[in-house]
């Protein structure tokens, strides 16, 4: 597998654990670089054959693409391509790229790209929705086009073959739930942070990721061999054969491992001193729920429900598709509690594509509760197929990106609403179930005390969390060194939640990927969380730190971490209390 090139090591940010050796597939390359070529005139009619050549083989790929997607993924997905083949055909757009050709005596990229890029600038002056969504198969298709015209292949999902890394620039969370499904067995990307939606659904695959690999994508060409080491965010192209025989054994090892935590699913969730934790799973895809079963979950604390939309996108999910899906997961995990969220589309979660929104900064625009309550009569599927779920079931329903009171009161209003008419209807259902919110925005967790009443549950969400109180960008790479878990200012937004929940007999657990991070395990317990809900891999290593700890030493630690100015000082208050511990306890904070 090794090539005449020497090794290259990159370095980037470990996002998804586990090590793969396989061969380089380049999914996107990030600038499609196009010159202006001054042609003779002698070689326009060769360059109106290359356009035209071009054309059709471009169609012919959309063709096969419909083709294959309608029968592997339904016809939701395949009437993009078909939309994207016919623009192909749209005479208005061709017959100006042939005269751009022919009068300004230049190459065929050129042309397309202008003629594209006027077109574009068209649509998205236009008032209608519809028509600026197909200035995005627009896109598309011109990328589609060039990649042609330039000689660069296209490549199909499907058509990947086996032991394939995928190298991009940038991966959403539906392409890596799609590849990951498929026989890729690791992703080498140069954009992304460890707790963006991409980076969760790997660690939930239990496919490795690095993510920050800046420039990779203009170092690889497919078929490279490239090594892929997720825990310690390295990846080496061209790698030697010693590194090679390395990694292989590493992966034995790893298999063997991961065989050896399924044993520890029937063990007690309780710590040294007798105190017994929650220790629930967090799921995004149903296949999961296996996972889940297998490592002991006492129940799901977070069921993210956007990935069905993501799944059928850009259809919507129909009433018995969510109704079957949630009473999947309620009796699988029967009788521990479901906490199943609500849709919580927007930012990078497909907002665009399902919602037809399309907003300049997404992250704080209309996503979580604020798209749901914006669009009733998508949001009320939902609802129906979750009331109707519940009966005798331990549902618990919990709302996204809730930043105001006001929000849930609009939500228990919509929600008596939904019910009415399906009393009208006749139909069983349940209103037995809990209430909860997401503490993920800065302004919910500083009115926990006034949340409190008006809920049955949180769920501490540190990935938003950190994300709008640091304001840090969860997704980038750049500034993924001041995402900082153990900042004072989240620190006391933490506690203050949890002490709100207490003095208020409401229910609390942290969902978010601090929770299933074991450097954090002693000071979120120290801080008195008792509920934890982790990916379902994670779950083995948190019980470890669980029963090795001893929480009534570990509430006299954290209440000293807790007077530290910054996270480099509680990571040192911490790691010094670690140090003096049993071994079995995981050191550095970090
Ligand atoms: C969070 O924000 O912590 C969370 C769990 O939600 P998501 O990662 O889906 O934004
Ligand atoms: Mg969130």
Redesign the pocket.
């Known amino acids: 597998m090794t090539g005449t090139s020497a090794p290259h090591i990159l370095e980037g940010l470990g996002a998804s654990p586990g090590v793969a050796v396989g061969r380089a597939v380049c999914l996107s390359i990030h600038h499609l670089e196009v010159y202006r070529i001054p042609i003779q005139p002698d070689d326009v009619e060769a360059e109106v054959v290359r356009l035209k050549d071009a054309t059709q083989q471009t169609r012919k790929e959309l063709n096969a693409t419909r083709q294959r997607a309608h029968e592997q993924l339904g016809d939701g997905l395949a009437g993009i391509f078909e939309a994207q083949a016919l623009l192909l055909e749209d005479a208005s757009f061709l017959d100006r790229v042939e005269r751009g050709i022919r009068d300004e005596k230049i190459n065929a990229e050129w042309a397309v790209n202008k003629v594209s890029e006027e077109f574009l600038h068209r649509f998205e002056s236009l008032e209608s929705e519809h028509l600026r969504e197909r200035g995005d198969d627009l896109r598309d298709v011109t990328r589609h086009l060039l990649r042609v015209l330039q000689g660069i292949a296209h490549h199909e999902i499907s058509e990947l073959g086996s032991n394939v890394i995928i190298v991009a620039h940038d991966l959403t969370p539906s392409e890596a739930v799609r590849l990951g499904r498929q026989q890729v067995i690791a992703f080498a990307i140069e954009t992304g942070g460890p707790?963006s939606?991409t980076s969760?659904i790997a660690r939930d695959l239990n496919i490795p990721l690095v993510t920050g690999l800046d420039g990779v994508t203009g170092l690889v060409t497919d078929d490279d061999p490239v090594v892929v080491d997720g825990t310690e965010g390295r990846v080496i192209l061209h790698p030697s054969q010693a590194q090679l025989s390395d990694y292989r054994d590493r992966r034995k090892r790893q298999t063997e491992e991961e065989r050896k935590l399924v044993e520890t699913g029937p063990l007690p969730c309780v710590s040294r001193d007798g105190v017994a934790i929650e220790l629930m799973a967090?799921i995004d895809l149903p296949e999961e729920l296996e996972d889940a079963s297998r490592y002991g979950a006492a129940g799901l604390g977070?069921y993210?429900s956007?990935f069905l939309y993501i799944e059928r996108a850009p259809e919507l999910p129909s009433e018995d598709e969510h109704f079957a899906t949630y009473r999947t997961l309620l009796d699988t995990m029967s009788p521990h509690p479901v906490l199943i969220?609500t849709f919580?589309l927007g930012?990078r979660?497909l907002a665009r594509e399902v919602m037809a929104t399309d907003e300049e900064n997404p992250v704080l625009g209309l996503r979580g509760i604020r798209l749901t309550l914006a669009r009733p009569h998508i949001f009320k599927i939902q609802l129906r197929a979750l009331f109707r779920a519940g009966v005798g079931r331990n549902l618990w329903i919990m709302l996204?990106m809730v930043s105001a009171r006001d929000e849930i009161r609009a939500f228990r209003a919509f929600a008596d609403q939904v019910m009415e008419e399906m009393e009208e209807e006749g139909l069983e259902f349940s209103r037995e179930f809990k209430l909860g919110i997401?503490i993920?925005v800065p302004s919910a967790a500083m009115i926990a005390d006034v949340l409190a009443q008006e809920v049955d549950f949180f769920?501490?969400?540190?990935?938003?969390?950190i994300?709008y109180s640091l304001a840090v960008d969860r997704n980038n790479e750049h500034v993924s060194y001041l995402y900082r878990p153990l900042h004072p200012a989240i620190l006391r937004m933490i506690r203050f939640v949890l002490d709100c929940a207490r003095d208020n007999g409401v229910e609390v657990s942290m969902?978010?990927?601090m929770a299933g991070d074991q450097r954090y395990t002693a000071l979120l317990l120290g801080m008195g969380l008792r509920r934890l809900s982790v990916s379902p891999r994670s779950i083995p290593d948190i019980k470890k730190q669980i029963r090795s700890s001893d929480i009534r030493e570990l509430e006299e630690a954290t209440e000293r971490c807790l007077t530290m100015g910054s996270s480099a000082e509680v990571e040192r208050c911490l790691d010094s209390y670690l140090a003096r511990q049993a071994p079995s306890m995981k050191g550095k904070a970090g």
């Open positions: 707790t939606h969760i967090n977070l993210r956007e969220r919580d930012g979660k996204p997401m993920e769920s501490i969400g540190t990935n938003d969390l994300q969902c978010g990927e």
